[in-house]
């Protein structure tokens, strides 16, 4: 009896399943039927040979050098260049801006660590897509026309055109005379640190200017010795516009600043919920130790912290990737924008779409993958 | 040398007078010092955002000739509330719009009432759901028919917030229990969805809603953009409910079920009765989580051309009449979503406060 | 159990009542408007003349009353349409995937649309594409334009012509993509590019409407290039195609025979015989068409001939005050040829 039931039960859970992988294929089979059947009868070009033929297009600003002549191929390239670049300077940023925001909340000042929670309550609350928007607005609207544009430093010119500075110029000798001039830095290093220099009574300040000055000295002579290897680019209004120097526009700006701020008030509150995590108790056994504050800080609440930190904070930097989508709306050419164009363009909507999921999930899982390595390999080896 | 300096300022103040506590508490050693001038800091450079937006301000009602000061320019606003409310929303049928935003306030009231949850709730926002509808889409009783493509505002803001996480609750819960579900097949596909609508943008998913579904589905079956755009943030909420979801079902001892079933109680009985419940009241604070998120991330909508809150205001903002009323049109609109999220934030709190009094 | 079924109901009402739009649509796109009762044409997201709502949500412009037309001949009801705003880059799929019946949303007649996935129909505007700079710059034609950074807008021809123009004249422009058309106005006035390209026929809507003193800005061509600006329909509906072909024809054709508004009625009486098969008082057409015998008298009487509806939406009667240029009557010097009503 009992045998038979569990047998009909195990019957039902296995027609069960595989009514669902059934209904899952047919589900499957029958939106490409479908899709198969609507690009047949309205005549819509499919496949991706047109990934070969020459773009056309233009964008406005990249990581990876675009040409209009170039493919469709490198156009996703380039787009997929810009999303990671955008991506990576958030994440850097906004890590630094979210450990500031924790300790400023953690520093038990009343006004500061007020400020630090007014500004959570701000950002968390208000939709990205908002802010990017408020920004692009005043990068456009405050700033004063090119021709008058402001020139606070100069070589710097803030204008509508987005900002413009100075750019390291570098000759064919230029990575000869950096490397040069790291390896003396180097060595100047070890002869300071060594046994033979320290035995001599000098204050350890004056052996420290000495050294730096040796240093600055030789690299000076080098640089004049190698007919200036490398030099400052200076951005000149020629015309209608800036020319040369290095140049942040204002989309790139307003995305970068939005995206940041925004997101550091995330990663703020995880930092911060990761050092509290830690117990109380930690700190007072540290003081009991006699350690400064700093080194209780950076030496054993932080580690601690951290295992406690990375997981949510993969989470947030992968959401903060599918973020960099929402540029699209100020026009800054990230993968989104590109996936516009060329769906325009070549009216192959269906492969330029599925080209961004594409690239979306596999950044998504390789992310997560990385994460868990590391995740793995910081957790704590019980014993 | 630092330790010194925390000693110091942990040792007791031996005049308890108010002026000296303030002197020790923000001036008491060089560090704390050194913050309360960063904060003075910071304040001070808010005081021009601050006189631009309140003390410099035009506030009257007026032409936009009112506004040639150095002041936020409110007028505008002012002028331009219906746009931005109501969209494209014809002006003599604007009160049904209206109406729709109140009956959605009224019903989120409702809901925070504990007492009222359970089937009662439900029954009440599907027939609440059911007159929104009707009110903005018309045609019926006398009122004038109003196709999807006029609708806009506020309305369509709440309501795709509303009908995302509502649709979305239910296919959550099933994903959840798929993927704690011991059929292999059941569990494969439920990691599969959550997981792959997890690591897509939701712009990408509302790309493919928007352009790509058509092709997907038979001819003979158009959904309009507004249905489509739903549908792609109605899955959105669905996975990212559903892994919430599995955080409760996961802090749930097994010894309920596996009682239920020796009594003999069926499977989906159990879940609805005993596990869902609990598994649920267990993660209120992350699903009002996710109910901002999702507040928030209607706003997107405005990148397929779905004419909400933050695309009426983009499209009042553009006319010509008004010195660059940009920062102020979207100042408004981020006021109006910030008061929503800290409002159900709030909540969150209060309830989270009172979970904590009941299990002490 | 009963319950829960109450509540999965409830639950699926409001995806129901969403999902209440679908429609029938085998039989062809004429079958599908008529049981509709309306028709859906694809609209721009605001171009003033061409198609942008006016301040009670009425659409008006050229484009909006071409689709008028289509709509009286089919439905005999110029305001039996449904205008879906898209963007550049959804506007194609929408005509594709069904979500309009017609997109007369100034597109630019090119082989690539033609030969991937849609059909068009018969000019309904020519156009040079132009670029719109502050005069205060002094510059008043392309060669002038080294170094300018330009808005485009995606989905448009534009975007190849801003490359084409800077690598001819090797002037280095340095283009702002925008994905919507109000953005990348915006960001013009707001002094972020130099200059903003689109149709001439656009960039005098933008100006008119959107510019502090329109008298500070100038408009030049971008090429030497007209383009044809024609509604679209979907591929593979013949009677459809021809429907919304002879539509426009009437419009053109109208004014050919120096039939207006005004003088329709009076027309019906008329003996040329050309005139009495057009208007449909010597039957043949309609029933040709699968339309009533009557609808190039209809649309007339709606909305006037083409000459009366360029004058009302963009020429002298209008804030764009448009030349008719090349939209004039061929035998006016223009390029609008009638066809043969026979």
Not at chain 1, 44 to 67: C, H, K, M, N, W
Not at chain 2, 163 to 179: N, Y
Request: proline letters at 5%.
């Amino acid at each position: 009896m009992l045998r038979t039931l569990w047998y009909s039960d195990r019957l039902r859970s296995l027609v069960a399943q595989v009514a669902l992988l059934g209904g899952l294929v047919g589900l499957l089979f029958w939106l490409g039927n479908n899709t198969a059947s609507n690009l047949a009868e309205r005549g819509i070009r499919t496949g991706l040979d047109f990934l070969s033929r020459p773009a056309r297009f233009p964008i406005s600003e990249s990581v990876i050098r675009y040409d209009p002549s170039d493919s469709f191929l490198w156009a996703f390239a380039v787009g997929i260049g810009n999303t990671l670049w955008l991506s990576f300077l958030t994440i850097v940023l906004a890590t630094l801006g979210g450990l500031l925001l924790a300790l400023a909340r953690l520093s038990g000042h009343p006004l500061l660590t007020r400020l630090g929670r007014s500004y959570v309550t701000l950002f968390r609350n208000i939709p990205l897509i908002v802010q990017l928007l408020f920004f692009y607005g005043i990068a456009t609207s405050v700033f004063p026309a090119p021709r008058d544009a402001l020139n606070p430093v100069p070589g710097v010119f803030l204008s509508l055109r987005g900002v413009y500075a100075p750019a390291l110029e570098i000759a064919p000798g230029g990575g000869l005379f950096l490397v040069l001039c790291g390896l003396s830095l180097v060595g100047v290093a070890l002869a300071l640190r060594s046994r033979h220099l320290r035995g001599r009574h000098m204050p350890r300040a004056l052996r420290l200017v000495l050294g730096v000055a040796g240093w600055a000295g030789f690299c000076v002579a080098l640089w004049a010795a190698m007919e200036r290897p490398i030099g400052l680019d200076l951005p000149e209004l020629t015309g209608l516009n800036f020319r040369g120097g290095t140049y942040l526009s204002p989309e790139f700006a307003a995305v970068l600043i939005g995206l940041v701020l925004y997101t550091s008030a995330f990663t703020g509150e995880i930092i911060r919920g990761g050092i509290e995590a830690i117990a109380r108790g930690q700190w007072e056994a540290g003081r009991a130790l006699g350690l400064s504050e700093r080194h209780i800080m950076f030496r054993i609440i932080l580690p601690q912290a951290l295992r406690v930190i990375v997981p949510p904070m993969t989470s947030q930097y992968l959401s903060t990737v599918k973020n960099t989508t929402l540029a699209v709306a100020v026009g800054y050419p990230e993968l989104g924008l590109i996936v516009n164009t060329v769906t325009n363009q070549t009216g192959q909507a269906l492969e330029s779409i599925l080209i961004m999921l594409a690239v979306f999930l596999t950044i998504s899982l390789s992310v997560s993958a990385l994460m868990n390595l590391y995740n793995a390999r910081i957790a704590l080896v019980e014993r | 040398m630092t330790n010194n300096r925390t000693n110091a300022t942990a040792q007791p103040s031996t005049s308890p007078s108010m002026v000296s506590r303030g002197v020790r508490i923000f001036f008491g050693s060089w560090l704390s010092a050194l913050l309360t001038l960063l904060s003075v800091a910071i304040i001070l450079a808010l005081i021009p955002a601050f006189r631009w937006a309140v003390l410099d301000a035009q506030w009257q009602a007026g032409p936009p000739e009112l506004c040639h000061g150095a002041g936020a320019c409110w007028s505008f606003i002012h002028a331009k509330l219906r746009l931005i409310l109501f969209g494209l929303y014809p002006p003599e049928a604007q009160w049904r719009a209206f109406t729709v935003i109140v009956l959605i306030i009224a019903l989120v009231l409702a809901t925070l009432w504990p007492r009222l949850w359970g089937l009662r709730i439900i029954g009440l926002w599907a027939v609440g759901l059911a007159v929104m509808l009707v009110l903005m889409q018309g045609g019926v009783f006398g009122m004038s028919y109003v196709p999807t493509s006029k609708w806009g505002g506020l309305p369509i803001t709440l309501l795709l917030a509303v009908l995302s996480l509502g649709l979305g609750f239910p296919i959550a819960v099933v994903l959840a229990l798929g993927r704690r579900s011991k059929l292999p097949v059941a569990r494969a596909v439920s990691i599969l969805m959550i997981e792959l609508v997890r690591g897509l943008p939701l712009v990408g998913l509302l790309f493919v809603a928007a352009i790509l579904l058509p092709l997907f589905l038979p001819p003979d079956w158009t959904i309009d953009k507004l249905g489509r755009t739903l549908a792609a943030l109605t899955i959105f909420a669905a996975a990212y409910l559903a892994e919430v979801i599995r955080g409760g079902l996961q802090g749930l001892s097994g010894g309920q079920v596996e009682a239920a079933q020796a009594l003999g109680i069926p499977y989906w009985k159990t879940v609805w009765h005993i596990v869902l419940p609990q598994a649920i009241q267990k993660v209120i604070p992350p699903l009002t989580n996710t109910a901002i998120v999702m507040v928030k991330n209607t706003s997107l909508v405005l990148i397929v051309g779905v004419f909400d809150i933050l695309s009426a205001a983009r499209s009042a903002a553009t006319d010509p009449a008004w010195p660059a009323p940009s920062t102020e049109a979207y100042l408004f609109v981020a006021a109006i979503y910030f008061i929503i999220c800290t409002a159900i934030g709030w909540y969150s709190q209060h309830l989270e406060a009172g979970v904590k009094a009941r299990s002490h | 159990m009963k319950t829960k079924m109450k509540i999965l109901t409830a639950l699926a009402m409001p995806a129901m009542l969403l999902a209440g739009t679908a429609q029938a649509q085998s039989g062809g796109t004429l079958a599908a408007v008529k049981e509709r009762g309306r028709m859906v044409c694809g609209a721009s997201q605001g171009t003033p003349g061409f198609g942008a709502p006016d301040d009670n949500g009425y659409w008006r412009g050229l484009d909006v009353e071409t689709c008028r037309a289509v709509a009286v001949a089919v439905l005999g009801d110029m305001d039996a349409v449904d205008f879906v705003p898209l963007s550049g880059q959804q506007r194609i799929p929408a005509l594709q995937t069904g979500e309009v019946d017609m997109l007369p949303r100034t597109m630019t007649w090119t082989l690539q649309r033609d030969a991937n996935g849609i059909n068009f129909t018969t000019p309904n505007y020519y156009e040079y594409t132009g670029f719109m700079m502050p005069k205060s710059l002094g510059i008043s034609e392309v060669e002038g334009m080294t170094g300018a950074t330009v808005c485009v807008q995606t989905g448009s021809t534009t975007e190849l012509v801003v490359n084409d123009v800077s690598t001819k004249h090797d002037l280095d422009l340095s283009p702002v993509v925008f994905d919507n058309t109000s953005a990348a106005r915006q960001a013009f006035f707001s002094g972020r590019c130099d200059a903003l390209i689109t149709d001439a026929g656009a960039l005098a809507s933008v100006r008119a409407s959107m510019a502090d003193n329109p008298d500070d800005y100038i408009i030049f061509p971008a090429t030497p290039y007209a383009d044809a600006l024609t509604p679209a329909v979907r591929q593979g509906d013949d009677q459809w195609m021809d429907i919304v072909t002879w539509s426009i024809q009437a419009l053109i054709a109208a004014e050919n025979f120096g039939i207006t508004q005004a003088n329709v009625d009076e027309m019906l009486e008329s003996d040329d015989p050309r005139i009495r098969r057009f208007l449909g008082t010597d039957p043949g057409n309609g029933a040709a068409l699968g339309l009533s015998e009557d609808f190039a008298y209809q649309i007339v009487k709606a909305l006037g001939n083409y000459g009366e509806v360029f004058e009302r939406n963009v020429g002298m009667d209008s804030p764009l005050k448009l030349e008719r240029g090349y939209n004039a009557l061929y035998s006016d010097g223009g390029v609008m040829f009638p066809l043969a009503f026979q």
